[in-house]
């Protein structure tokens, strides 16, 4: 869908300012040079910050040309809606309804900006045409326009006005028939060419990220999920790699309301594709698809249904493969997953004991992968497999050198856990405590949890034989 700048491109120096030709014409490159930059933006799903920086430079530039001749910012009598009127407050930041200088900008399906309760207000009242150009709007969704946001706010700090409020009372999850109809028209392409099949869903993945009342409307039928998935057959997922990674991004988006957890966890055809898409397709893609599965598995059932699909495993080879942008998703994934035991036993299966020990020891997602291997350590093959695999020293280690308290305190947990388990991992334990003694210093500065922990293995040291300490 395409965009419209902010910035018109007409200029705002008249030729009434007595501004000199070479002035204008400097004014006209700059507001070239600002059009391109807020086109770029506004285009954008996620433009560069870099981007809105250079923007807010250039305007400042444009006004210095103004600098000789500075505006008189008194309110003027009689403004419009009651409110006055900033004089010398340049249009682009007025709102096209109310004339007034805007609280909180966001952008119609038209590209247009306006004040939000003013528009909000146009489209409650039932009106499904742009204001600003009379064109039909596809649909009513209001993106907030963070850059002229910010320039309004600079403009205001620099001439020591305070920033108007924005209205508190507006019902930002209004859903309209018009919403519906938009959704549908979508998912109705879903079923048509290629071409409409990849439009249809970028849109969607868009509205989904950016609006609440979408990703409810999703919850209204069990037909939408279908018929968003339809491009993607099971065994197929990785034909179109683009199209794939926006439909699975827009289940990730759909997943975050609460309403739709079980809706999509619930169809078959879902956790499939998501397994799939968590071996094959881009890496934003795979990231995605675990993210995805991380906030489904919130809810306990949801646990149990995508531990018994076969899921862990494919997280597992996804955190084992080490992508950076995907490693800390299917960890999360893997230990919300891992709170019911039953999936405890499919991730020690799965090789997570000795995944996990590997990046560990290699100092990658430590806090996160401790937290994992934490709660993997109340199943007792996973207690052998850490002690087969020497795990004893790398927490030790970890646990006495380590500045994070949660990182201690999961150590100490693993190793109270290896203590009574294996008896010959006493050995090691206690040599580090008559050494460094460190368990007695957890014991004095842990949080409570690496208290008790720490107080357990000096007890189970203690029975084996009395401790000296040397330091």
Not at 234 to 262: A, F, Y
Not at 323 to 333: E, F, G, R, V
């Amino acid at each position: 869908m395409a965009r419209k700048g902010f910035v018109s491109g007409e200029g705002t120096v008249t030729d009434a300012d007595g501004s000199t030709a070479a002035e204008k014409a400097k004014a006209v490159e700059i507001k070239k040079q600002l059009e391109r930059l807020v086109k770029a933006i506004v285009d954008e799903d996620d433009y560069r910050v870099e981007t809105a920086d250079e923007a807010i430079r250039t305007l400042a530039s444009l006004k210095d040309l103004k600098s000789e001749k500075s505006f008189s910012f008194k309110l003027a009598e009689g403004g419009s809606h009651g409110g006055g009127v900033l004089a010398g407050v340049p249009k682009e930041f007025r709102c096209p309804i109310s004339g007034e200088l805007m609280a909180d900008p966001v952008v119609l399906a038209t590209g247009e900006t306006f004040d939000r309760p003013f528009i909000q207000r146009w489209l409650n009242e039932g009106h499904r045409t742009c204001p600003q150009t009379n064109q039909v709007i596809s649909h009513t969704v209001l993106t907030p326009n963070h850059l002229v946001r910010e320039m309004i706010s600079q403009w205001c700090r620099e001439r020591e006005i305070e920033l108007p409020k924005p209205v508190q009372d507006i019902d930002e999850q209004l859903v309209t028939n018009a919403d519906r109809g938009y959704l549908n028209s979508l998912l109705e392409k879903m079923s048509s060419s290629l071409s409409d099949q990849k439009a249809a869903a970028k849109e969607l993945r868009l509205l989904t990220k950016r609006s609440s009342s979408f990703r409810a409307l999703f919850g209204e039928s069990t037909e939408t999920i279908p018929q968003l998935l339809n491009p993607l057959s099971p065994g197929q997922v990785d034909g179109h790699p683009d199209l794939q990674e926006d439909l699975i991004t827009t289940l990730l988006n759909l997943s975050i309301h609460d309403n739709n957890k079980r809706l999509v966890a619930e169809n078959a055809s879902v956790i499939c594709l998501l397994i799939e898409s968590l071996i094959s397709g881009t890496v934003q893609t795979r990231s995605n698809a675990a993210a995805t599965f991380f906030t489904l598995s919130a809810i306990d059932s949801n646990k149990i249904t995508i531990g018994a699909s076969g899921a862990i495993k494919p997280l597992i080879d996804l955190l084992d493969e080490g992508h950076p942008l995907a490693m800390k998703d299917a960890a999360s994934a893997v230990f919300s997953l891992c709170t019911v035991l039953e999936n405890k036993g499919r991730a020690i299966n799965a090789g997570a004991v000795r995944v996990i020990l590997k990046k560990i020891m290699d100092r990658v997602l430590v806090a996160e992968l401790l937290a994992i291997l934490a709660m993997l350590s109340s199943h007792q093959r996973a207690v052998q497999e850490m002690c087969e695999l020497g795990t004893v020293p790398c927490l030790i280690g970890i646990t006495r050198e380590s500045d994070c308290e949660r990182n201690k305190e999961n150590c100490v947990a693993i190793l109270y856990a290896i203590c009574f388990a294996d008896r010959t991992k006493l050995k090691e334990i206690k040599e580090e405590e008559m050494v460094n003694g460190t368990f007695s210093r957890l014991v004095q500065t842990g949080t409570s949890r690496a208290k008790r922990k720490a107080s357990g293995i000096l007890e189970r040291l203690n029975r084996t034989g009395s401790i000296t300490h040397t330091a």
